[in-house]
């Protein structure tokens, strides 16, 4: 059973292109849930996800970031016209239910 | 406001000494307590969660402690190693959402 799989792991973006990060949950997991982690500190909850539903996205800004996870394929984050307050490490993570099991992250760097 | 408060921010401890770190919540409303390592560039790890009904878990040289009334956990690590040299975050969550509330971390060294 592969773990989470988060691509690309690194992505560097000019300020005002669009990013699009991918997660692939575990298998039988219909939970997803997106994290951003800043250098030096903890992790701050965006969004969390079931099939085709967004459950909670209290933590997403209320611009430029939006969330899927479609019937069929990856859930996707995406963030247009990224701006250098962008640059962080985004963290998938996968539940079935309770136990969160965490991907490998993507660094988006901000050029 | 941090809902999670974490200690301290960096700890060293000599190789089979015991390192110890703390967390304190505010939202008598969480109900699971999960600690995570993270080396670096790598994704967190789930080492060892504890709920509310229990005030001690073990799991290998990992125990998390409890306290309900002080609102207070904590991640004991015995014999430590530097292996174990790594940040680890203690977390909460509530109710069927999960989403999780992280402290701050912790940067663990251990000396050879």
């Known amino acids: 059973n592969a773990g989470v799989m988060q691509n690309p792991r690194h992505l560097v973006r000019r300020r005002g292109q669009e990013a699009r990060l991918r997660c692939s949950p575990m298998k039988g997991h219909s939970h997803v849930y997106w994290y951003r982690q800043l250098p030096e500190e903890g992790l701050k909850f965006m969004v969390y996800l079931q099939k085709e539903n967004i459950i909670d996205e209290s933590g997403m800004p209320k611009e430029r970031f939006s969330a899927e996870f479609p019937k069929e394929g990856p859930s996707i984050l995406r963030i247009q016209q990224v701006v250098r307050g962008d640059s962080a490490a985004y963290f998938c993570?996968?539940?079935?239910?309770?136990?969160?099991?965490f991907g490998q992250g993507t660094r988006l760097t901000v050029v | 406001q941090q809902q999670v408060k974490q200690s301290p921010q960096s700890l060293i401890v000599q190789k089979g000494g015991i390192s110890i770190i703390n967390c304190a919540y505010e939202?008598?409303?969480?109900?699971?307590f999960p600690w995570y390592q993270q080396f670096p560039g790598k994704g967190p790890a789930l080492l060892i969660a504890?709920?509310?009904d229990v005030s001690e878990k073990k799991e290998g040289r990992f125990t998390i402690s409890f306290n309900k009334s002080a609102k207070q956990f904590s991640l004991h690590i015995m014999d430590s190693q530097p292996g174990d040299s790594a940040t680890y975050f203690c977390?909460?969550?509530?109710?069927?959402?999960?989403?999780?509330?992280w402290g701050l971390g912790t940067s663990l060294a251990v000396n050879p």
């Open positions: 504890i709920r509310p």
């Open positions: 977390a909460a969550s509530t109710g069927n959402n999960r989403k999780l509330i």
């Open positions: 993570a996968s539940s079935p239910g309770q136990e969160a099991f």
């Open positions: 939202n008598t409303a969480f109900d699971y």
